[in-house]
């Protein structure tokens, strides 16, 4: 019985010596103690290193290490394996590692901000020492978002949008804050817009071109291929009409058929190389698809939320993926049936695919909400006017000589008349007012508009 209560009072007090972690008696430790007193921190390390690889369990010389490695050797990363090893023993330090890890944060925090004041554009160099400061804060405290929206900062303030996106990015990934990954998304999209900017001003009387030998065909009017063109090369007349003639363009070797006023046959026997770089073009769409990716996935965890969709709905558009954007939007209309602007920009997207009724059915939801809905006013006067310039080519192209283009001109003049008593010094509204009159053929009236537009622009309004 003596020998069963002997051997069990030993298994307890054996037990014991485990749990403490072998605080006492072993001779690394103890120097490891005597080193960092006196001082000797990069001998007391390896005495720690050596004391934690011949007994794991001794959390006391996992956290003394920790506390070293950061307070005197200035490696954090090594600080914070040390106190999770700790503290998968024991959390007898927790509070310490707690408080020590909150000081050294708090530390290279205010450090960053520091730097990040003291940077301009003559001291660069103050970016970057905020920056490294904001990442060791990163390694200190691993696990709070903040540091990396500090860090997020301090790549915006120095205009490294790549890094700035991969921090706030994180930031999404550890707290799924939708306004951060908001951020994010419009990142894209702005980048996008400035590729596509640089696009068009490096290639902007390529792009004209390439338009113009597009739109100019069969059906055009004379004076629209010289507008576009310039004068012929050459002209050869039609031996038995007078009133028709060949023009012929050499350095795009094309000819155009010219009967009376207007363009009968185009042919052109080789396509000239318009030479556009598209490089920035298809950077700016790889962004704004990037763009289209986080709006989508914050849609997914927040289908309502209105702001994203018009988000979503600028990334869709200026991705040219307009049949998505218009999904979307019927979506945001769904979910908000009384916001106007939905209902607006639904119209949009509708007229931009040529749904001319569609488009007229959403201005008109919108207006319903808003009867002094101005933009929704004009642009059901636009759509109108958009449909009869369509119809009008598609008779040009056929050679018919149909005129039933002018009603749908005619049902844009209540509208746009009514703009001008909302927007009476808006000269964008009477040019196409006056447009509108032209092609009614309303002489008078479009010279008076056109004149009102003129007087306006000149006042300065």
Not at 169 to 189: L, P, Q
Not at 295 to 305: A, C
Not at 417 to 431: M, P
Request: hydrophobic residues 35%; neutral net charge.
């Amino acid at each position: 019985m003596k020998s069963n209560l002997f051997s069990l009072f030993f298994a307890l007090i054996l037990a014991g010596f485990m749990t403490q972690g072998f605080q006492c008696g072993s001779p690394d430790f103890t120097g490891a103690k005597v080193q960092e007193q006196n001082n000797n921190f990069p001998e007391a390390a390896k005495l720690y290193e050596k004391e934690v690889q011949n007994n794991p369990a001794n959390y006391e010389a996992w956290f003394r290490l920790g506390r070293l490695r950061g307070l005197q050797l200035n490696d954090f990363a090594g600080m914070n394996q040390a106190f999770k090893e700790s503290e998968k023993i024991s959390n007898v330090y927790s509070n310490d590692i707690r408080a020590l890890r909150g000081h050294f944060w708090v530390q290279y925090i205010n450090s960053g901000v520091i730097n990040k004041n003291r940077a301009s554009s003559d001291s660069l160099e103050f970016y970057d020492k905020a920056i490294a400061d904001y990442k060791t804060a990163c390694i200190i405290w691993p696990d709070t978002s903040t540091t990396y929206i500090y860090l997020a900062d301090a790549y915006k303030v120095k205009g490294d949008i790549a890094n700035e996106v991969l921090s706030l990015t994180k930031v999404w990934e550890m707290d799924h804050n939708k306004d951060i990954y908001k951020s994010v998304g419009r990142i894209y999209v702005q980048q996008g817009l400035e590729k596509k900017e640089q696009f068009k001003t490096a290639n902007v009387d390529n792009l004209k071109l390439q338009k113009n030998l597009k739109e100019i065909d069969k059906g055009s009017y004379k004076s629209d291929v010289i507008q576009a063109f310039g004068n012929p090369d050459s002209q050869k007349k039609d031996k038995k009409n007078p009133k028709k003639e060949d023009w012929i363009y050499n350095k795009y070797t094309m000819t155009f058929t010219i009967d009376g006023e207007r363009v009968v046959n185009r042919k052109i026997e080789k396509l000239y190389d318009l030479k556009i770089d598209s490089t920035k073009y298809f950077e700016a769409i790889d962004d704004f698809n990037k763009a289209v990716g986080v709006f989508e996935i914050i849609k997914g965890i927040d289908p309502k939320d209105n702001e994203n969709l018009n988000l979503l709905l600028q990334a869709y558009y200026e991705a040219n993926r307009t049949v998505e954007a218009t999904k979307a939007f019927k979506l945001a209309v769904d979910n908000e049936p009384g916001n106007k602007t939905n209902h607006y920009i639904l119209g949009f997207l509708y007229r931009s695919v040529n749904d001319y009724d569609g488009a007229i059915a959403e201005f008109n939801e919108a207006l319903k909400i808003d009867p002094n809905f101005s933009d929704a006013i004009y642009d059901i006067g636009a759509t109108y006017y958009n449909w009869g310039v369509k119809m009008k080519k598609a008779s040009q192209e056929k050679g018919d000589e149909s005129e039933e283009y002018k009603t749908k001109f005619q049902a844009a003049l209540p509208w746009m008349l009514k703009v001008t008593e909302i927007k009476k010094d808006d000269a964008r509204i009477w040019e196409t007012l006056g447009t509108i009159y032209a092609l009614l053929g309303q002489t008078d009236k479009a010279t008076k508009a056109l004149d009102e537009a003129d007087k306006i622009r000149k006042a300065g309004k």
